[in-house]
């Protein structure tokens, strides 16, 4: 199931306690949004797969059934782009965000122009086939998080301490008062502070494309130094 604010959790519970369907729920960012998906855990599925190793606790606590899962790439779909030439020192796919946008101006100060596309860059969205000849044609491909430099000095951060945004049945929120979970709120926040594993590196390596990345939370489960 793909979980949104439209699933009506009792009507998957009816379905996974009163038929021979199985029901899994895959949680991808659990390292963020764990919290808000609690409706969704606590015997609604069968299974959760979770991504986030430290949530295996968190979802069996719940008395869910739970696995982990690593990044998978599909590789019918990257592979390397042959016979392009490299005429892109620096590039970045992914989407925008105040704090990938304070990045790269850091990175431009120091004189390196990192061309970017995606949601919110100038260069726009690119296709799955036009992001092959992208990793192809840089000589360097960042792999870069999406958290603050300096993460707890965020005002947005500190607000969701106290309030959290409540998703309505129609797609649209409204942001209301969160005091009792300030415990939860805290350990959401101090989890999305530490950098975490991403799939474009993994989809970078499939390509057969250099990559720099940062260092984050389980990437050494997968890869080691030096090889």
Not at 96 to 113: A, D, I
Not at 120 to 149: C, H, Y
């Amino acid at each position: 199931a793909w979980l949104t604010v439209a699933l009506d959790p009792e009507i998957v519970r009816d379905i996974t306690k009163r038929t021979n369907i199985v029901t899994v729920a895959i949680f991808g960012d659990d390292e963020g949004f764990f919290q808000g998906w609690e409706k969704f855990v606590g015997g609604v599925f069968d299974w959760s797969l979770t991504g986030y190793p430290p949530a295996l606790k968190w979802h069996a606590s719940r008395g869910d059934n739970t696995l982990g899962f690593t990044m998978l790439v599909n590789g019918d779909c990257f592979k390397p782009s042959r016979g392009l030439k490299q005429d892109i020192d620096v590039s970045f796919v992914g989407n925008s965000g105040p704090q990938r946008k304070k990045f790269m101006k850091l990175l431009e100060k120091q004189g390196v122009k990192v061309e970017c596309f995606g949601r919110d860059w100038p260069a726009g969205p690119v296709t799955n086939e036009k992001m092959l000849q992208i990793f192809a044609r840089s000589k360097i491909n960042l792999n870069i998080a999406g958290q603050p430099l300096h993460f707890w000095l965020d005002p947005k951060v500190i607000a969701r301490l106290f309030v959290k945004r409540e998703w309505l049945e129609d797609g649209s929120s409204r942001l209301v008062q969160d005091f009792r979970n300030f415990v939860g709120n805290f350990r959401t926040e101090l989890n999305w502070s530490r950098p975490a594993s991403r799939g474009r590196l993994f989809e970078l390596m499939a390509a057969g494309a250099f990559a720099l990345t940062y260092r984050a939370e389980y990437f050494g489960d997968d890869l080691r130094d030096g090889e």
